[in-house]
Nanobody
Framework: QVQLVESGGGSVQAGGSLRLSCAVS????????MGWFRQAPGKEREGVAS???????TYADTVKGRFTISLDSAKNTVYLQMNSLKPEDAAMYYC??????????????????WGQGTQVTVSS
């Protein structure tokens, strides 16, 4: 069973950076589609980015050019580097994993395992 543990959230000022980590256990990420989602209070869950070893990363338009998703094979970890953070980026961020079936993008139905979330706060 895939287990995901996120870390790296925190509080930053607008314009700052954070790097979120998602440690994957129970499977090697090479067989998985990995994604980052976020949900702010009162808002719907939003897909942020996705990646698989044989699929190009995808990004929400709202984060393109500012966020980068990446994989570290040695650590079986997925990262989300977030730069130029804006107050509207504040949310609980969740890592998710699903079986890679030849495509990988941030459709929640593709993901069967979810982390507990890590909070990101951005002050203006």
């Amino acid at each position: 069973q895939v287990q995901l543990v996120e870390s790296g959230g925190g509080s930053v000022q607008a314009g700052g950076s954070l790097r979120l980590s998602c440690a994957v256990s129970g499977a090697t990420y090479s067989s998985l589609c990995m994604g980052w989602f976020r949900q702010a209070p009162g808002k719907e869950r939003e897909g942020v980015a996705s990646i698989a070893t044989t699929a190009r990363p995808t990004y929400a338009d709202t984060v393109k050019g500012r966020f980068t998703i990446s994989l570290d094979s040695a650590k079986n970890t997925v990262y989300l580097q977030m730069n130029s953070l804006k107050p509207e980026d504040a949310a609980m961020y969740y890592c998710a994993a699903g079986d890679y079936r030849g495509y990988c993008y941030t459709l929640p139905a593709l993901f069967g395992a979810w982390g507990q979330g890590t909070q990101v706060t951005v002050s203006s």
